[in-house]
């Protein structure tokens, strides 16, 4: 684990190196998120804040301010209190954690607006997440206040106030070997949880049963918690993008659209596969996901270094709209359709994004209006999806509700791509074997 923080400091170092002179930058940990009552949501630290300190405790704040000879580096965490762990768990202490997190300085929390203002004055700018946390930018605004007001006698007050997200999120974007090992390995066990699934799946069963599966598989495997809602999509369920109720019985003839990903030491997967309910498809099912697959797995392809990074997207469109014309569920001109964008009555999101600790991760897509280009250590999803909607009119009805998506996760390399999210079943093929084999 001290490995791990040595890489962190890194990050702080590469981040202060960009920020401008005579700076100071300010972050707060996550808040504590009631869920009903006096009963919290399970903790999860504010990704930006992690990413920079590895620490997991709320009530903290971070001030890294670059060229200060005491340190540059200063934690303000919660004091050891045995009575407050008694009844909530370990606290770290700022003794510790300057020690375990490589921190140059740390502080209990409680102290933090009688040292926090001293540290600000002086500077000649802020840098801080405004906009993300209200009440935090407010304290900030409380501080500066303080400096501000002592500035008559020999205070100097900030008088540029910058967001970090630019130049943090940038750093982000780029994993470093320890972190693709992480979201490798979210991978491994997002991939038991799909399998979990798959093989229990049968008609009668109810799509929060399969979600249990997941949960099983993921948990067993050292994952805290899923990276996002699961979504088990039962037939028409499939075709709404962002469905999460669960709650449908899967009947025969379904199916079954099941994006899930785990959460492996704050790193995300993010994974969709799709899969006959009676470990059958039939000829329409076969046909689109066909062509699914095929859209997912050329898009994968055309993933290397400067290549933009919407070109998989671009492969994805061309493939999926030359196949509905062909299955005659689009008519005229592919190139005309494409123009057109008729293929978003079927296909309406982009084929992929950002991953990292957060699921959909930060990073820009578009550098002065125009896509940037992939480069190593990038990491995004590759997920194409047909939603053929049970209203829809406009084609037979055989072909109504059947609603595909695949995806994984894909890093780019030197030379090429690796796919991190592997071993599940995914030609038609290797489903209907794999499902046929599971209730033999």
């Keep these: 684990m001290r490995g791990n923080y040595r890489e962190i400091r890194q990050r702080r170092k590469k981040l202060m190196a960009q920020m401008g002179p005579n700076s100071i930058a300010l972050l707060s940990s996550a808040p504590q998120r009631v869920r009903s009552n006096d009963t919290e949501h399970l903790y999860r630290q504010n990704s930006d804040f992690y990413y920079l300190t590895g620490f997991t405790e709320d009530n903290a704040v971070l001030a890294l301010i670059p060229g200060r000879k005491q340190g540059e580096t200063v934690l303000f965490c919660q004091q050891k209190d045995k009575q407050k762990e008694l009844w909530t768990g370990r606290l770290m202490g700022p003794d510790a954690a300057k020690e375990e997190l490589e921190i140059d300085e740390a502080h209990a929390v409680s102290a933090i607006d009688e040292i926090l203002p001293d540290l600000i004055d002086g500077r000649d700018r802020v840098y801080s997440l405004m906009g993300k946390d209200t009440e935090f930018d407010k304290k900030v605004m409380d501080w500066v206040k303080v400096i501000r007001n002592k500035a008559r006698l020999a205070g100097h007050a900030p008088g540029e106030f910058l967001v970090l997200d630019q130049l943090l999120h940038e750093l982000r974007l780029f994993k ?63 075709c709404i993008l962002h469905y999460t109720e ?52 050329k898009a994968i392809e055309a993933v290397a270094p400067g290549v933009p990074c919407d070109k998989p997207h671009n492969v994805s469109v061309k493939i999926i709209t030359q196949g509905l014309v062909k299955l005659g569920l689009l008519k005229g001109r592919p190139a005309q359709l494409i123009k057109a964008e008729a293929y978003r009555d079927f296909y309406m999101h982009k084929a992929g994004h950002w991953i990292g600790i957060d699921v959909h991760d930060v990073g820009d897509y578009k550098i002065k209006d125009k896509w940037r280009l992939f480069e190593p250590g990038m990491i995004t999803t590759i997920e194409p999806g047909i939603y053929i909607a049970p209203g829809n009119r406009k084609v037979l009805k055989k072909w109504r509700g059947i609603g595909i998506r695949i995806e994984d996760d894909v890093l780019v390399t030197k030379t090429g791509y690796k796919i991190l999210s592997t071993g599940i079943p995914k030609t038609a093929n290797e489903i209907e074997n794999f499902m046929s084999e599971s209730v033999s």
């Design 246 to 297: 669960n709650s449908a019985t899967v009947e025969d003839g379904d199916l079954v659209l099941i994006d899930a990903g785990c959460e492996y030491q704050h790193y995300a997967s993010d994974i969709t596969r799709t899969f006959p309910a009676n470990g059958k498809f039939n000829p329409q099912q076969k046909a689109i996901y066909g062509l699914v697959l095929k859209a997912q797995m």
């Design 176 to 238: 470093s070997a320890g972190e693709i090992r992480l979201i490798e390995q979210a991978g491994k066990i997002s991939a038991e949880g799909h399998k979990r699934a798959m093989s229990t799946c049968k008609p009668g069963i109810k799509e929060y049963e399969l979600e249990a599966e997941l949960l099983h598989a993921f948990t067993r495997n050292g994952s805290r918690a899923p990276a996002y809602n699961s979504i088990v999509a039962a037939g028409d369920n499939a």
